[in-house]
């Protein structure tokens, strides 16, 4: 090769984009500008308090901004350093979590769980001794849909308490074939992962997943949060909650993050399981991690992998996770194929996390010919009002006059879930859930004989019936619980009146 030809040559080019550079520079300011003016409508059109996003292509970050604030009493703005609760996309940590035990040969993915947890049960003795890791990362585990959440939500049961009893419920889907959606049997995996390796799931993750990727912003505890910290608030009917505390499930749903930490996440999986010159999860733990296990619908190319959605789109493979709770919704998505990924976190429950994914993955992949005016009018519930951010009806003031009361008080118990109490609280019929006390209480409100409406402290339950139950002689024997929830099986409850 003559070098003198090629350092002329290299000089051209080099002055060629010198001169570009603006022009280059200008076009991805200006690509920038209106990414931030869309989202910016549409965080106002949802009305959301504080949202944070990040966008990357082909392995870099193009975009990340916040916006709004941590509440709307006294809040600081949302920017990418902002602890939001990622809830269920924290199952992905989880399934990493024993990936890294896996690679490092300490288990085997086909492990059963009673290998590990000897005392771990489930109602039904041979699923219990059958069941493996990656059944319980999978959802295919025999149990219901959300099965177990009322033993962790609001309550004081232990990991482990919930552990022991879960083995109190049915089980009603096929093992290993249908496809239910578990937290509790990510609680189980994060239980693994302390017998294994002797330290806490939440010591594991902060040594092996948080300090080589550099996330100092990431935690799965709140003991340094104060009102003074840059933590998003949660929001119902516009005004910020007291956010739930996670611990007792955190492997299923308990690490909370900012834009900045969960980018780093992302790059991770993108680049085959390595970010800031450090492997993670080899390359086949990767691949397995992010292949289906079950399936999630009649379509062979949507399931459910250790941690992660899975589907196939126009834009290629998507990996992909939401996570919920009350006043939150969390959203990572991953496209292999492009190397690209969206996280979006906000402190309000509505569609624009699902909205926003597929303006901006439409953009990316259109870039040239794609209308930000049409993705607006695209942008689809924005009017919409959920129940729990609708104003209660004030309740009839006569109708908490509850003949020969005396029968109805007393204590009662659901044998997994426990305790229940039914007496007067300022003169007024009240009834109390005490696993839950802080949230599920509330006054009885008569209907008829033996019915009572009742409405829970916690915003996000909608008032429901309590209805009683009696035996042959007309006695009071127990009570069950009629509320509509998409979260909580209540129906699944059966107190029984105790002597």
Not at 32 to 43: C, G, L, P, R
Not at 185 to 210: N, P
Not at 343 to 371: C, H, R
């Amino acid at each position: 090769m003559n070098h003198k030809r090629f350092t002329r040559t290299t000089q051209k080019i080099l002055i060629i984009l010198l001169l570009l550079a603006p022009y280059l520079s200008f076009s991805q300011q200006n690509d920038s500008t209106d990414i931030d003016e869309f989202i910016a409508k549409q965080v106002s059109d949802y009305k959301i308090p504080g949202l944070a996003i990040g966008i990357i292509k082909n392995h870099k970050v193009i975009f990340k901004k916040g916006y709004g604030v941590t509440s709307t009493s006294k809040g600081l703005p949302v920017n990418t350093q902002t602890i939001f609760p990622i809830s269920s996309c924290t199952k992905a940590f989880t399934a990493a979590a024993l990936g890294i035990l896996v690679d490092e040969g300490k288990i085997k993915w086909d492990d059963k769980v009673v290998k590990y947890l000897p005392n771990f049960k489930l109602s039904d003795p041979w699923i219990t001794k059958e069941l493996t890791i990656v059944d319980i990362l999978s959802h295919r585990s025999g149990l219901k849909t959300f099965d177990g959440d009322l033993l962790w939500y609001g309550t004081k049961y232990t990991r482990e308490d919930i552990a022991k009893l879960i083995r109190y419920s049915p089980i009603r889907t096929n093992f290993r074939t249908d496809f239910a959606y578990q937290n509790i049997m990510y609680l189980v995996a994060g239980l693994v992962v302390e017998s294994v390796t002797g330290k806490t799931w939440d010591e594991f993750l902060k040594e092996r997943i948080f300090k080589p990727l550099k996330m100092s912003g990431t935690i799965t505890n709140r003991d340094s949060i104060t009102s003074e910290s840059n933590f998003a608030l949660p929001h119902i009917q516009n005004k910020p909650i007291k956010p739930l505390n996670m611990h007792n499930i955190s492997p299923a749903g308990g690490v909370d993050s900012n834009i900045d930490d969960m980018l780093t996440w992302m790059q991770m999986w993108l680049a085959n399981g390595r970010a800031n010159d450090t492997t993670i999860l080899n390359d086949g733990t990767i691949k397995t991690i992010t292949s289906i296990k079950t399936l999630t619908s009649d379509n062979k190319d949507d399931g459910y992998g250790l941690g992660w959605f899975i589907k196939q789109t126009k834009n290629g493979k998507m990996v992909n996770h939401n996570g919920g709770m009350p006043g939150y919704i969390s959203s990572v998505v991953l496209f292999p194929d492009s190397s690209s990924g969206i996280v979006i976190l906000t402190n309000k429950i509505s569609q624009i996390n699902d909205q926003l994914v597929k303006e901006i993955a439409n953009y990316m992949t259109k870039k040239d010919t794609f209308n930000w005016k049409e993705a607006d009018k695209d942008m689809s519930g924005k009017a919409t009002v959920f129940d729990w951010d609708k104003k209660r009806k004030p309740q009839p003031k006569k109708s908490d006059v509850i003949p020969n009361f005396n029968r109805y008080q007393g204590e009662y118990e659901d044998l997994a879930y426990g305790k229940a109490r039914i007496r007067k609280e300022k003169g007024k019929p009240f009834l109390e859930l005490l696993p839950t006390k802080e949230l599920f209480s509330g006054f009885l409100y008569n209907i008829d004989a033996d019915r009572f409406k009742i409405v829970f402290n916690d915003p996000f339950v909608q008032e429901g019936e309590v209805v009683f139950t009696r035996d042959n002689n007309k006695k009071i024997t127990g009570f069950k619980l009629n509320i509509d929830s998409d979260d909580f099986l209540f129906s699944d409850l059966d107190f029984d009146k105790t002597p």
